[in-house]
């Protein structure tokens, strides 16, 4: 098995249902972001980004949410499936930097 | 985006030894980074690896621990020095085309040392 998320936060949901899974940034000169998704035995996956001249970004069954005001990005799953359980992380960067600073992760259960 | 190959996949050593972790990509890539994922926590760099120069390490990692190579656009080696049971980790590369851009990791090199 593999030893990643095994301490993290869990967000247990049911199959079908949508999915919130929330992240608290920590540097107010971010301005680009990425939620990231690892399953077991994998690497971190790119889901979607968002820059901070906007506050809201839609993909396939994803939207991410960015509130400025607060330091806050959330990740929104529509109907969630169990190949969407994994751990899912933010990262966050500030523009012409290369660093990303990734937050501690949430660990997704899907419940059938 | 870019293929990423990493070998080892995974790695049992003997505390005192040293391995190499190899990052291979499919493409010319302008920035290559290592990353370490201790169990159960997140991500934390330890390096950019630079393209016919030093590496770039982080407050915390050290050349002599983690010496790496970039000798190419395509390619980079970790080392991990004189390993004890605390270096059991997750070893990922990852990649980008430049600050501000999405970077794209391998699958990661699982490695426990005894």
């Known amino acids: 098995g593999e030893s990643v998320g095994l301490h993290l936060p869990t967000l247990s949901v049911q199959e079908g249902d949508n999915s919130i899974i929330n992240c608290a940034y920590s540097?107010?000169?971010?301005?680009?972001f990425i939620w990231y998704k690892q399953e077991s035995g994998k690497g971190p996956q790119f889901i979607i980004d968002?820059?901070?001249?906007?506050d809201k970004r839609q993909g396939q069954r994803v939207t991410v949410l960015l509130n400025k005001t607060v330091k806050h990005l959330s990740l929104q799953i529509a109907a969630t499936q169990p190949g969407d359980s994994a751990v899912y992380f933010c990262?966050?960067?500030?523009?012409?930097?290369?660093?990303?600073?990734f937050g501690t992760g949430t660990r997704l259960k899907v419940l059938a | 985006s870019a293929v990423i190959s990493q070998k080892p996949s995974r790695d049992i050593c003997q505390r005192g030894t040293s391995l190499t972790i190899q990052c291979q990509v499919d493409s010319q890539v302008t920035m290559m980074f290592w990353y370490r994922q201790q169990p159960g926590q997140s991500l934390t760099l330890i390096a950019t690896a630079n393209q016919g120069s030093e590496a770039t390490y982080e407050s915390g990692f050290v050349i002599d621990k983690f010496p790496i190579s970039r000798p190419n656009l395509t390619f980079s080696t970790l080392t991990v020095s004189n390993m004890s049971p605390e270096d059991s980790s997750i070893y990922l590369c990852?990649?980008?085309?430049?600050?501000?851009?999405?970077?794209?990791f391998g699958d990661g090199t699982r490695l426990s040392i005894l």
């Open positions: 990262a966050e960067n500030t523009s012409g930097t290369y660093k990303y600073i």
């Open positions: 968002i820059r901070s001249n906007m």
């Open positions: 540097n107010s000169a971010s301005d680009y």
């Open positions: 990852s990649v980008a085309s430049g600050g501000g851009q999405p970077q794209h």
